[in-house]
């Protein structure tokens, strides 16, 4: 399938529009003070329907492509809009938007917060510039600024935890990009140029392509929180405020693994990693990156951190697709990297919600909070029930897709690690909302009545008639988040199932475009 | 009829769909108005589950000439929504629409007395739709999605109570759901894989080219084992069936552990059968499979019905005769496929069986239920003579309890009838004699489930009245509707049985591609044989033997050692290791990675202190290569004593030199910090930032004297005009 190129500065000026913003935000911070909410929710949602207007050119099979030649540097950056930039694009634009409403109630009592808007904005930025880069050269740029801009984020809280947690995500982030650039240059010095091409510029085996390789897996594998480099996932989560997490967790791991894909399609080419067999030492990599997250996500018991390692196992899933190098394959890891977004962002704006509400960090305490905060906690199952894997949800359709991908692979195995993983799955998040709902402390009379929001405050008396026990309180979703905060939450929570129901799963064609796209170009 | 016989014509229609929606929409429905008003929730619940009985009743009327058939693209990737409906699954689901419909009837006086009568309702209907679904899809995977949809909602169910002992019961069933959800799941993939569709159709000629075709077969028995309560699982079944409310219990035992028994008709009966009938050593794979179905099936029945003599609780009882239940009706479909093609008398006995276990397990459920009602007492010892309270729940107790025992006269008996006629024709066809013995056991399983039940009635009813007993109020008039219409069921069942067997159960088996010859000697098959009616003579005669050494001895009052049962020697060790070790090893593994980062600064620390153990030794070489000119010195000092202008000299040259560097310094220092503060002054002059005090950074820009950047605009503009002159 022949694309048409379009060469347009519309991508370029759609990633600055976050960038300037922020930087504004944070130069006229004084004032500008009021309306830093607003600015950052404006901005995403704008950014998200800039995203959109894009969409129509590459459904008709064009790409969108806009070079700047770098001032006396051989190299230039440039910015390009195909289906996979496309897919991640839109939903990435979505949850960020989302995240920045959610913001708005959550940092109500923080401090410092027209710093946390602004590089709020410029992570944003960084991050979508690093998925619309052209090239490496773009993609190694925004991939560092959106990896030191996170830092102020995660060090938001400035406690001692955090700015361990913090320090820990900084240097280890600062070694990833450090090893990114040392495979920028190998490629540069064997090939001459960094753009990303089809078939891919490295052609030839050789030491340095393993080591530039190596140097590549090393450093996005870093940020997307593969097994050996992602120890400072599970502190950086916990630490950093929700929505901070939720980006990082729904979107910015995901980065890591964009830059994977490119490496693999773009850099090289499926057939000679497949050839030099460094496929399957990525999917070993992949299985016990699963395995390791689920087993210490059930040993934990802080919300966040068990949401974290949960993340590093969902991440295994996603390399699990993307290496086994089939169409198939990357479609269910596209795929589950467009649930995952949506569910793990979800489940940390709910592990924010109870947290702001509630102070309750740790599960063993959460007995009856579903009682106290129906809305949340319901968000809360379905995201669970997503991740578990089950029919209507997303995360069904994606461990299908994989399971079928793995046995066109030969390897059944995979499938059993699928499998065995959803029920440890089922066996870290039921436990959260069977506490949450059912647990013993719901006996006492006062929370009785009360269930997932239905009041049943008004019983039938000796007549038939109804009457309101006035002293049950009738507000149940008092203590509940606020409507601000419920409704970022409500749409993402809609997202984990309604794809799935309609007749034409819009994102399920996002991500077999995207698959096609890389496969034929 | 028999011309037709595993011969379709299908239609189109969207009643399936309609069936499951309905009561899935109604759920939201429900929990809506359940929070304005309870009488119009009731109302509303009643009405709906009597509206999908209709629509039940129409689907059956339709399916009668015609599978129906229909697909929904509902997004699920490739694979569609595919409901087929033949004349089994739409008898089943009027069968479970209708026992539902009773509940329903039933649970508008007893849940007064519970707790959370919305979520209930909610679920209830959720749970409905999904069973529904059950028996009206056509492949594997929509059978899945309405499984799981059943297993998620019933959980809510069970653990209505919220108990300590109902949220233990509930978190096995929860995950043994989810562990059977899984297995199904990944025997689909598989089979979707290597053949390309799921639909349920015999297709065991690509099906045995699955690399692991064993493998998967048994992960489908497995994961619907679990929900038949198949030993060895079917641990959570009396744990769970016990504490959920009554009708909860009695839809839990009557219709939903049938879809499991119909999940594994569909796959070792349908899916696992050769489309092409003359091939005999495919066959014979579909009968090694079904003889471990029919082994499974005895063992299930014997065990289970061993265990329900120890009882104590009136639910457990039932709930373990659930089980036993369920093991006669695993041996119906194990001996149909190990006859293959003459196999329809097992099927026949197979459709009769869950039909009247269905109605007088789901009654005697809601029996027990009303008596705890109304007393508030479940255990055994502590109930007793109660017939006088409840005449009419004891006479359709005593009917059931028949019913169950296998009288003849009532419907347990043609059920029996046809599954015996069946073992024993599985025994004939092929002479092996271990199922000689399985036919010898499914009789002394007769005898212990006659026995135990015997004793669960009399413990009720009959007997004194323990002291403190006392029942409020008398039976309610829905309770009595319900139970009379159980009970003029079974008895229109036990009396009618060659009405039933041809205007139903024919035309169910008909649809399997049997042999014509075997099909007539089901249809032509006397009930009133006396051998059967010698069989039910001695079976009573060793239950009533059973029953008086019991009660002499008090040997149902022992009680058996917890840690024998199979879920304390197998499954908790096994489960407990698994985590064990699991979570031990990534810890460990997740120690030592985060060691390893954690340490790494302290490669720093040594790299810092190699620097420095270089450079004092570097000193040290220096000072030691200078100590001879020292000693020198003190020499020369030593020996002239008069060198003292000398030293003077250097002393002063040495000042000098000294203050000249000083002033060099001060010198460079005015010179960058004045011209500094020179440049700041003119910076903040021409771009009049203003310095905030309070703030860390020049914060703010002022752009009001915007006609200075014109200055420097113009300025630009004349050099870059005046440059091009030159050019």
């Known amino acids: ?521 | 009829m028999s011309e037709s016989l595993g011969i379709e014509n299908t239609i189109s229609s969207s009643l399936p769909l309609a069936i499951t929606l309905i009561p899935i929409i109604g759920a939201a429905a429900a929990a809506f108005i359940g929070r304005y008003s309870e009488k119009y929730r009731d109302y509303f619940v009643l009405a709906l589950t009597a509206l999908v009985v209709l629509l039940s009743a129409l689907l059956l009327n339709i399916s009668w000439q015609e599978s129906v058939v229909n697909r929904y693209n509902i997004g699920f990737g490739e694979i569609p929504l595919y409901f087929k409906v033949d004349k089994l699954g739409a008898v089943f689901n009027l069968l479970s629409a209708f026992i539902w419909f009773l509940a329903t009837v039933f649970s508008l006086t007893y849940m007064t007395h519970e707790q959370r009568r919305t979520r209930y309702y909610t679920f209830y209907l959720l749970t409905l739709g999904g069973t529904l679904g059950v028996f009206l899809t056509g492949d594997l995977f929509s059978l899945f999605f309405f499984f799981e949809m059943m297993s998620l909602a019933s959980y809510l169910l069970v653990i209505h109570n919220q108990t300590e002992e109902a949220l233990s019961a509930g978190r096995l069933y929860l995950f043994l759901g989810i562990f059977g959800g899984l297995c199904i799941l990944s025997a689909s993939i598989m089979i979707y894989w290597y053949t390309g569709s799921v639909i349920i159709t015999p297709s065991l000629e690509a099906l045995v080219l699955i690399p692991g075709s064993i493998l998967v077969a048994a992960l489908l028995v497995i994961g619907f084992g679990i929900k038949a309560g198949m030993v060895p699982l079917h641990i959570w079944l009396p744990k769970a069936h016990p504490v959920a409310p009554s009708p909860a219990s009695a839809l839990l035992s009557g219709i939903m552990i049938k879809t499991g028994a119909y999940g594994i008709l569909r796959v070792v009966t349908v899916m696992y059968t050769p489309a092409d009938h003359e091939a005999k050593l495919l066959w014979s794979f579909t009968a090694e499979f079904g003889y471990i179905i029919i082994w499974f099936g005895i063992l299930t029945m014997f065990t289970a019905a061993f265990m329900a003599l120890f009882q104590q609780n009136a639910k457990r009882i039932l709930a373990y005769s659930s089980v036993s239940q369920m093991g006669y009706i695993l041996m119906g479909i194990g001996v149909c496929a190990y006859l293959g093609l003459e196999g329809p008398m097992a099927m026949g006995g197979f459709s009769l069986h869950v039909i009247n276990h269905a109605f007088f397990k789901a009654g005697m459920f809601m029996m027990v239920g009303a008596v705890y009602f109304r007393t508030g007492e479940i255990e055994l010892k502590k109930l007793g003579g109660l017939w006088r309270e409840f005449p009419v729940t004891t006479v359709v107790f005593l009917i059931a309890a028949m019913g169950i025992a296998g009288i003849p006269g009532l419907n347990g008996y043609t059920g029996k009838v046809l599954l015996h006629h069946a073992i024993v024709e599985a025994f004939e066809h092929h002479h092996d004699y271990s199922l000689y013995l399985a036919e010898r056991i499914f009789m002394l399983t007769g005898a212990i489930t006659t026995c135990y039940i015997a004793r669960l009635f009399s413990s009720i009813f009959l007997g004194k009245k323990p002291k403190g007993l006392t029942a409020k109020g008398s039976e309610p008039w829905n309770e009595r509707a319900v139970f009379i219409t159980i009970g003029a069921i079974i008895v229109f069942i036990g009396t009618n049985p060659f009405f039933v067997l041809k205007k139903l159960i024919g035309p169910i088996v008909s649809i399997f591609p049997f042999e014509k010859y075997y099909f007539n000697y089901l249809i032509k098959v006397n009930f009133w044989d006396h051998h059967d009616l010698q069989g039910m003579v001695y079976i009573v005669a060793i239950a009533a033997l059973l029953f008086y050494v019991g009660t002499r001895f008090k040997l149902f009052e022992l009680k058996l050692p917890g840690w024998l049962s199979i879920e304390h020697l197998v499954y908790r060790p096994a489960v407990k290791m698994f985590t064990y070790i699991f979570t031990r090893s990534g810890r460990a593994l997740e120690l030592t990675v985060d060691g390893v980062y954690i340490n790494s600064p302290r490669l720093l620390t040594y790299y810092c202190i190699t620097g420095r153990i270089l450079d004092s030794a570097a000193d040290y070489l220096i000072v030691d290569t200078l100590e001879p000119l020292k000693k020198i010195s003190y020499k020369l000092n030593t020996l002239e004593r008069g060198g003292h202008n000398f030293n003077t000299l250097m002393v002063k040259t040495s000042s000098l030199l000294l203050y000249i560097y000083d002033l060099w310094l001060f010198i460079l220092h005015s010179a960058f910090h004045g011209s500094k503060k020179f440049f700041m002054t003119i910076f903040n002059f021409l771009f009049q930032i203003d310095y905030k005090h309070e703030g860390r950074f020049y914060v703010l820009v002022n752009t009001a004297n915007f006609e200075y950047y014109l200055l420097i605009f113009f300025m630009v503009l004349i050099i870059i005009m005046s440059l091009q002159l030159f050019a």
Not at chain 1, 43 to 60: E, K, N, Q, S
Request: hydrophobic letters at 55%; aromatic letters at 14%.
């Open chain 1, 1 to 521: 399938m022949e694309y048409e190129v379009v060469h347009t500065l519309l991508p370029a000026i759609i990633i600055f529009v976050p960038i300037v913003s922020g930087l504004l935000l944070f130069l006229l911070g004084h004032r500008l003070e009021p309306y830093k909410e607003l600015i950052c929710i404006g901005v995403t949602g704008l950014f998200f329907v800039l995203v959109l207007t894009m969409y129509p050119a590459i459904r008709d099979g064009k790409i969108l492509l806009g070079i700047f030649q770098y001032f006396s540097f051989p190299l230039s950056v440039s910015f390009k809009v195909d289906q996979l930039t496309i897919f991640l694009g839109i939903f990435f634009s979505f949850v960020w938007f989302m995240i920045a409403c959610f913001s708005y109630g959550y940092m109500a009592h923080e401090h410092k917060k027209v710093r946390y808007y602004s590089f709020f904005l410029l992570a944003e930025g960084g991050c979508m510039g690093t998925i619309f880069a052209g090239d490496l050269l773009g993609l190694f740029l925004f991939f560092e600024f959106m990896a030191l801009t996170t830092y102020i984020l995660v060090a938001h809280e400035e406690t001692p935890i955090t700015m361990f947690a913090g320090a820990k995500y900084l240097y280890m982030t600062v070694g990833g990009g450090l090893s990114v650039f040392f495979g920028l240059l190998i490629t540069y010095y064997l090939t001459g140029s960094v753009v990303f091409n089809r078939p891919g510029l490295i052609t030839e085996p050789s030491a340095l392509a393993t080591v530039a390789f190596a140097a590549f897996m090393v450093g996005f594998g870093l940020k997307a929180g593969m097994f050996p480099v992602h120890v400072w996932l599970p502190d950086a989560h916990p630490a950093a405020p929700s929505p901070v997490s939720s980006a990082l967790s729904g979107i910015m791991l995901k980065t890591g693994i964009y830059g994977m894909i490119r490496v693999i399609f773009n850099i090289y080419s499926p057939e000679f990693i497949h050839n030099a067999d460094w496929d399957t030492v990525m999917l070993i990599i992949a299985v016990i990156t699963i395995l390791l997250g689920s087993a210490m996500a059930l040993l934990q018991d802080d919300l966040k951190r068990r949401l974290a390692y949960s993340s590093i196992a969902q991440i295994g899933y996603i390399l699990l697709g993307v290496f086994l190098l089939s169409e198939q394959g990357l479609i269910g890891g596209l795929y589950h990297l467009f649930t995952h977004a949506f569910m793990k962002g979800l489940l940390f704006l709910c592990a924010g919600a109870i947290i702001v509400q509630t102070g309750i960090r740790n599960i063993s305490q959460m007995k009856g909070i579903g009682l106290k905060m129906p809305a949340t906690m319901i968000f809360f199952t379905i995201a669970a029930v997503t991740m578990v894997g089950i029919p209507p949800f997303n995360g069904f359709i994606s461990k299908w897709q994989l399971s079928l991908a793995s046995l066109e692979a030969g390897q059944p195995f995979f499938v059993a690690v699928l499998i065995v993983s959803s029920l440890l799955n089922a066996a870290y998040y039921f436990p959260i909302v069977i506490t949450a709902f059912f647990a013993s402390e719901s006996s006492s009379e006062t929370a009785h009545g009360h269930e997932e929001g239905h009041d049943e405050g008004s019983k039938p008396d000796a007549h038939g008639h109804h009457v309101t026990n006035n002293q049950t309180p009738k507000g149940i979703l008092r203590e509940d988040a606020p409507w601000h905060m419920l409704f970022p939450m409500g749409l993402l929570a809609v997202g984990c199932f309604a794809f799935a129901l309609m007749p034409e799963n819009w994102a399920w064609n996002l991500a077999l475009a995207a698959a096609k796209s890389l496969f034929s170009m």
